[in-house]
């Protein structure tokens, strides 16, 4: 106990070396918490948020009329056709799309109402000679190729817009248009038969409503920073291999680990020592964290973390994946023969782990081979362990196996560097 006693005020020294160096690494998650949380909540939520569209509409009939009408009403659109009080042209318009100044211009075609009843009326009349036809035991020849588009609505979108953005914005203009569609023929239908078709028109045959497979219905719903602290707690949490690996390489390069070796002292007192200390180092940085998402982001106006009950299990999570840390960070150090070589790679390859474990992007949404690789990182594993507890309510043995994985972790990489010629 006293041998390890001193070694840990050794490394304890060593960290009072760089005090700045351990406040930034306190202190960077923190502000990345609060920054990716806000940006993501506010998108969640399209608070005060909406899409400028330029609209160049060339047609003044009711349909265009409703059409951007039902766009607005989404919410998520805002609508300009005058710049500086002045009518904005076709020209103009594909300028500021071509330089970046906007990213959507809508142009609605000549006499477009017109041409929308047109076919609507041309649609209807044939679906009731089909009808007819099929009554008195005739074949028609009616599709809807028999419908030739003449008049497009045009969507011009800036070049570096991206692809998400621009299928979310595609698809809400679908819904308008399908649902005006719809309308038209049913108004259209009316006229035919003189009849009135509202009560089949309003009325909505499928409903949605969300649900949750594990919360109660007075538990708080999953939101942003239910997401956010488990991941870019982890990402913290590991970033600790930089100043690690770092004063391994010092202790070696300024000839601490020789006269170290001088001492009836054996290499595993000193990794001991190092992992307690770093333990101590990922906990408090977990539980700043934690507190961050408890108790300011109310205060802030985003949704508090829901901890009750759960606070044992999740320091648990944390405390494994801090040991996968420290282990990594003790291998990198181990091997590495200097500064250049120990911050770099430990940089990086905490990076990569974070791209392919699902702390960046959702493993779902990755390729297959990708998913495959994906379960090879322990920060994906320790990420499966705070959503089964924040989000899934699950029990211990839910996230057992992920415990057992990251000590596992730790082990492996403990011991090669223990046992390694270039050791401590």
Same mark, same amino acid.
């Given at each position: 106990?006293?041998?390890?006693?001193?070694?840990?005020?050794?490394?304890?020294?060593?960290?009072?070396?760089?005090?700045?160096?351990?406040?930034?690494?306190?202190?960077?998650?923190?502000?990345?918490?609060?920054?990716?949380?806000?940006?993501?909540?506010?998108?969640?939520?399209?608070?005060?948020?909406?899409?400028?569209?330029?609209?160049?509409?060339?047609?003044?009939?009711?349909?265009?009329?409703?059409?951007?009408?039902?766009?607005?009403?989404?919410?998520?659109?805002?609508?300009?056709?005058?710049?500086?009080?002045?009518?904005?042209?076709?020209?103009?318009?594909?300028?500021?799309?071509?330089?970046?100044?906007?990213?959507?211009?809508?142009?609605?075609?000549?006499?477009?109402?017109?041409?929308?009843?047109?076919?609507?009326?041309?649609?209807?009349?044939?679906?009731?000679?089909?009808?007819?036809?099929?009554?008195?035991?005739?074949?028609?020849?009616?599709?809807?190729?028999?419908?030739?588009?003449?008049?497009?609505?045009?969507?011009?979108?800036?070049?570096?817009?991206?692809?998400?953005?621009?299928?979310?914005?595609?698809?809400?203009?679908?819904?308008?248009?399908?649902?005006?569609?719809?309308?038209?023929?049913?108004?259209?239908?009316?006229?035919?038969?003189?009849?009135?078709?509202?009560?089949?028109?309003?009325?909505?045959?499928?409903?949605?409503?969300?649900?949750?497979?594990?919360?109660?219905?007075?538990?708080?719903?999953?939101?942003?920073?239910?997401?956010?602290?488990?991941?870019?707690?982890?990402?913290?949490?590991?970033?600790?291999?930089?100043?690690?690996?770092?004063?391994?390489?010092?202790?070696?390069?300024?000839?601490?680990?020789?006269?170290?070796?001088?001492?009836?002292?054996?290499?595993?007192?000193?990794?001991?020592?190092?992992?307690?200390?770093?333990?101590?180092?990922?906990?408090?940085?977990?539980?700043?964290?934690?507190?961050?998402?408890?108790?300011?982001?109310?205060?802030?106006?985003?949704?508090?973390? &829901?901890? /009750? =009950?759960?606070?044992?299990? @999740?320091?648990?999570? !944390?405390? #494994?994946?801090?040991? %996968?840390?420290?282990?990594?960070?003790?291998?990198?150090?181990?091997?590495?023969?200097?500064?250049?070589?120990?911050?770099?790679?430990?940089?990086?390859?905490?990076?990569?782990?974070?791209?392919?474990?699902?702390?960046?992007?959702?493993?779902?949404?990755?390729?297959?081979?990708?998913?495959?690789?994906?379960?090879?990182?322990?920060?994906?594993? &320790?990420? /499966? =362990?705070?959503?089964?507890? @924040?989000?899934?309510? !699950?029990? #211990?043995?839910?996230? %057992?196996?992920?415990?057992?994985?990251?000590?596992?972790?730790?082990?492996?990489?403990?011991?090669?560097?223990?046992?390694?010629?270039?050791?401590?």
């Amino acid at each position: 106990m006293f041998k390890i006693y001193h070694a840990i005020l050794k490394e304890l020294k060593l960290i009072q070396s760089d005090l700045l160096g351990f406040a930034l690494i306190f202190l960077m998650p923190l502000i990345l918490i609060i920054t990716v949380t806000f940006i993501q909540d506010s998108i969640e939520n399209n608070e005060n948020r909406s899409f400028p569209i330029l609209l160049i509409n060339k047609d003044e009939g009711k349909v265009s009329q409703s059409i951007i009408k039902d766009l607005e009403e989404e919410g998520i659109f805002k609508m300009i056709s005058e710049i500086e009080g002045k009518k904005i042209e076709e020209s103009l318009g594909k300028k500021l799309i071509r330089e970046g100044k906007e990213q959507i211009l809508l142009i609605v075609p000549e006499d477009f109402s017109a041409y929308l009843q047109e076919k609507t009326d041309q649609r209807v009349t044939e679906l009731l000679e089909r009808v007819e036809g099929e009554k008195e035991g005739k074949t028609t020849n009616l599709t809807s190729e028999n419908i030739e588009i003449e008049k497009e609505i045009e969507i011009f979108f800036d070049p570096a817009l991206q692809s998400n953005i621009k299928n979310s914005i595609k698809n809400a203009f679908d819904k308008v248009i399908s649902e005006m569609e719809t309308k038209a023929i049913y108004e259209t239908f009316e006229k035919e038969f003189d009849a009135d078709f509202s009560f089949v028109k309003d009325a909505d045959l499928v409903a949605f409503k969300e649900r949750s497979v594990n919360l109660d219905q007075d538990k708080i719903p999953p939101n942003a920073v239910q997401h956010n602290l488990p991941a870019w707690a982890l990402f913290a949490i590991f970033f600790i291999v930089i100043p690690l690996s770092i004063n391994i390489v010092k202790e070696k390069n300024s000839g601490t680990a020789v006269r170290l070796k001088t001492l009836p002292v054996s290499s595993s007192f000193l990794i001991i020592s190092k992992v307690m200390v770093y333990l101590l180092v990922c906990m408090i940085q977990f539980y700043l964290m934690l507190l961050l998402s408890v108790y300011i982001f109310p205060l802030l106006g985003l949704p508090a973390l &829901a901890v /009750e =009950g759960k606070l044992f299990q @999740l320091s648990i999570i !944390a405390f #494994f994946a801090a040991l %996968a840390a420290i282990g990594f960070g003790v291998l990198i150090g181990t091997f590495a023969k200097t500064h250049e070589q120990a911050a770099p790679f430990g940089a990086s390859s905490i990076i990569i782990l974070a791209a392919i474990g699902g702390i960046w992007f959702p493993t779902f949404a990755m390729p297959k081979i990708m998913q495959v690789i994906a379960k090879a990182s322990p920060m994906n594993w &320790a990420l /499966e =362990g705070f959503y089964n507890v @924040l989000l899934r309510d !699950a029990g #211990f043995f839910s996230f %057992a196996p992920y415990l057992l994985l990251l000590f596992l972790f730790f082990s492996l990489t403990l011991g090669i560097a223990l046992f390694s010629k270039t050791k401590i």
